[in-house]
């Protein structure tokens, strides 16, 4: 009988998130019923939602349950089969959360998808070709839908979803500014992912100056700007917004620590009459064939050079996903399991 490592949430972080949250547990993989599938996931994605599913707190979907695998995207191959639609070998991509195989209900809508791996890196599939670039995609295309020649911004610029966000941007003719942080997330938005200007907000000690930055990069103010992170970047981006500009509200990592994020100035939202609109791209899944087909192009041709962050083994997951919390990641954060 096959051994399956998991991951548990063991008890909800009061603050900041531990390793001490997590709980690394063994147990038998059961005997497949009909209709299922069983997996062996290749690579797991870790996401900065999932630390709010941590909270028992009012939110857009249930918290994490208590003793039960994290959640979360995976990808891999079909071990075994008792259902006619999947074979043995197919490379797939589900929710398989934490641990090294998944048993799924395949009959049940959307809960596995099968991939091609000949084109397309089995990992892309949980990045730019899968979650954060359909994010990517919704909250530019349907949210700040740009006109060629408008400037747009976004925060997180170096990682799963603001790297997909430039590439698409870029492909509708624009103009795209990204805020990273350290020197070298700088240059390689810049230099590899085609960005026309990075700003490091790690050299930069309050909104105030952050915003100069962005008044310099962005000489004819800001049309559009997708938000993953909040504080202070929020304030600075909102003072170099032009009138009827539009906000995707992503996410605000810098508040999933349970602490409220006040907004400086809410009144620009009045005065430059803005758009503000949070999405959660889970609940549009109309536009994932759209979205993933062109994604996948970008990455098939070479137009979209993501880079990953892999940490190796079940047992890492924890360090690493504590890390992408503080921006410690360089790209998309997955970790490899076999």
Wanted: one cysteine or more.
């Amino acid at each position: 009988m096959t051994i399956n490592q998991q991951i548990l949430l063991d008890n909800r972080p009061t603050g900041e998130a531990v390793a001490s949250n997590f709980k690394l547990v063994s147990s038998p993989i059961p005997e497949l019923r009909d209709g299922q599938v069983l997996v062996r996931h290749h690579f797991l994605s870790l996401d900065p939602y999932m630390r709010g599913r941590m909270n028992d707190s009012k939110s857009y979907a249930a918290p994490q349950p208590l003793g039960a695998v994290m959640i979360g995207g995976t990808v891999g191959e079909v071990a075994e089969s008792r259902h006619p639609q999947f074979v043995v070998g197919d490379k797939v991509v589900g929710m398989g959360g934490w641990q090294e195989y998944s048993v799924v209900n395949a009959d049940e809508p959307g809960a596995l998808r099968k991939v091609d791996a000949t084109r397309i890196p089995l990992s892309a599939y949980l990045g730019a070709v899968g979650m954060p670039g359909v994010t990517a995609w919704y909250g530019l295309v349907k949210i700040i839908a740009p006109e060629a020649g408008d400037t747009l911004v976004v925060s997180a610029a170096a990682g799963a979803v603001g790297s997909a966000f430039g590439a698409l941007a870029k492909a509708r003719g624009c103009r795209v500014v990204g805020i990273a942080g350290g020197p070298e997330k700088s240059a390689y938005i810049v230099n590899e992912l085609g960005f026309d200007a990075a700003i490091d907000y790690k050299m930069h000690g309050d909104a105030r100056s952050l915003s100069n930055a962005i008044k310099e990069a962005c000489p004819d103010g800001v049309d559009g700007y997708f938000e993953n992170v909040g504080g202070g970047v929020l304030d600075a981006v909102m003072a170099r917004m032009n009138a009827f500009g539009r906000i995707a509200v992503c996410g605000m990592i810098a508040g999933y620590d349970g602490a409220p994020l006040p907004m400086a100035n809410p009144a620009l939202i009045l005065i430059n009459r803005l758009k503000v609109q949070g999405f959660i791209v889970s609940e549009h899944m109309d536009i994932w064939p759209e979205a993933l087909n062109e994604l996948g192009t970008l990455v098939a041709t070479g137009k979209l050079h993501p880079r990953e962050s892999i940490a190796q083994g079940i047992a890492a997951a924890p360090e690493a996903f504590l890390g992408l919390l503080k921006g410690k990641n360089f790209g998309k954060q997955l970790v490899k399991l076999c």
